[in-house]
């Protein structure tokens, strides 16, 4: 068994979230990245763009929009000096995974950094054995413990680089650690994590330090794998698919069940014979064994593999945490204290809580989500496997019915406090109305009992003034009771 390293690579993607309001900011102060060098400054990052072949249109213009149009999302690529350069990343340093089974010699091929406008990015590292496609196990081995980022499962990196030797005149190996994760300084001993890199390559001088955070398993990286095997025996096909798409190391203990070796397996899509993509919530890929020797197999075809299948995977990956961070939004927002729900301004904070949801679910809906990206039947089948895997539709309906029903809880509580203001207000009014009466007997009657008065004349004077003070002093109580029962204190 053996791989064939020219058409065989590892891309480990390290997927986040980030503010989507700040996306135009985060996107500038990435384009003006830059490591400080010895001799000169190291531009990080070089602007690509999307892979547009095969694409249909519309989706190339939303991904690659002309000139004036706001982009969709932006691409960069690592540029060559900030990673070859000792003052940069290095390379070409000697770069070893100390693992359980053993130190894995590596390179580094490629980095790249990809940001939505909807608030999700990734940061994928292109990687490969150093080792020749004779060692198989190194291969498995890379793809299994390469994910734990932060030194789970007892990995860890360790780096050096050639020196020269002034007093024996040879070359020699000395530890060594990138400049932008902190060197030799904070790793004297040239040993540190891939989660030192990582955050060197985000963070930027202009933004705020913790402008991302994580939205796959904690300290994990989502490997994107294509293999191509050759000089394998067709009864061991079945077996050693199952070791790959479940990232199996070499020396675990296997015990599938018979459909696990099935090559009708759900989490596998034929492409032509024994040639499969792979799919999983934890990453997948593509497998061949025993390819024909012709250019398609060997170029061609690994190439579209980087490129144009990458992209659909990456697609779907973005749709995938971005409805489940709108899931999580909706999930928060319903459970926000807010003290009185029927406190005006309180029903307001949650309602413009809600509305920043809904738009960028509005957003994400018109220039994230696609049904179909590719023309071609495989791309085609390939992505919609891909959605089903991350359950893209599913979320998408579970996320549109969350909003629909929050929205119509929002209507109907304004409805309820509509209802209750109106009946306040009539309230109001028939207290006011009371209180005109109210009003109209303190005068009328006065005046009734001194008209009265002049019809009697002054004889009985002293009983007149009596029962015109007893009078008012009636509607005074009659007053004051009414308001009692309506709730409501006088005035003045």
Avoid at 304 to 320: D, E, G, P, T
């Amino acid at each position: 068994m053996q791989i064939d390293s020219k058409s065989s690579f590892y891309n480990f993607i390290y997927p986040f979230q980030f503010d989507h309001t700040q996306f135009k900011s985060l996107a500038d102060g990435i384009d003006r990245k830059e490591w400080p060098g010895k001799k000169r400054k190291l531009e990080v990052w070089e602007t690509l763009d999307f892979p547009s072949e095969e694409l249909l249109s519309h989706i190339a213009d939303f991904l690659n929009p002309p000139e004036g149009r706001s982009p969709t999302a932006r691409l960069w690529q690592m540029g060559h000096a900030a990673m070859e350069s000792l003052d940069g990343l290095g390379a070409n340093a000697e770069w070893i995974l100390a693992t359980p089974g053993g130190n894995i010699a590596f390179k580094i091929l490629s980095v790249q950094l990809t940001l939505f406008k909807v608030g999700v990015g990734f940061l994928t590292l292109e990687i490969e054995p150093f080792s020749d496609g004779d060692n198989f196990g190194d291969w498995l081995n890379l793809l299994h413990y390469f994910r734990f980022f932060r030194g789970q499962r007892r990995v860890s990196l360790s780096l050096r680089k050639s020196a020269y030797d002034q007093e024996t005149k040879q070359r020699t190996m000395e530890a060594y650690f990138p400049e932008p994760a902190g060197g030799l300084n904070e790793h004297p001993d040239g040993t540190g994590s891939m989660n030192d890199l990582i955050e060197s390559m985000l963070v930027t001088p202009q933004l705020a330090e913790t402008w991302w955070h994580e939205v796959f398993i904690p300290g994990q990286l989502m490997p994107y794998a294509v293999l191509n095997i050759d000089e394998i025996e067709e009864d061991k096909i079945p077996q050693t698919i199952y070791r790959i798409r479940n990232f199996f190391h070499d020396q675990q203990p296997l015990f599938p069940a018979a459909e696990d070796l099935s090559i009708e397996h759900d989490s596998l899509l034929h492409y032509t014979k024994n040639q499969w993509f792979f799919f999983s919530l934890d990453g997948g890929g593509f497998v061949s064994f025993n390819a024909p020797q012709t250019e398609f197999f060997r170029i061609s075809l690994p190439d579209h593999l980087k490129k144009q299948y990458f992209l659909l995977f990456i697609l779907a990956l973005q749709q995938r945490f971005v409805l489940m961070s709108l899931e999580s939004e909706v999930a928060v927002q319903w459970q926000m204290d807010l003290g009185s729900e029927n406190d005006e301004g309180q029903m307001r904070i949650r309602e413009e809580a809600f509305g920043n949801t809904q738009n960028l679910l509005l957003t994400f809906t018109a220039r994230g989500y696609f049904v179909q990206v590719m023309q071609r039947e495989h791309h085609h089948r390939c992505y919609r496997k891909w959605q089903e895997i991350f359950q893209v539709d599913q979320l998408l309906i579970d996320v549109n019915n969350e909003v629909r029903y929050m929205h119509n809880y929002l209507q109907t509580q304004h409805e309820i406090e509509r209802q209750k203001a109106e009946t306040e207000r009539l309230k109001q009014r028939e207290a006011f109305q009371r209180r005109i009466n109210l009003i109209a007997w303190f005068v009328g009657l006065p005046i009734l009992l001194l008209s009265f008065l002049n019809v009697i004349g002054e004889k009985r004077l002293g009983i007149a003034v009596v029962t015109m003070v007893g009078s008012l002093a009636i509607g005074l109580v009659a007053y004051f009771t009414i308001n009692y029962l309506t709730g409501r204190k006088p005035k003045g």
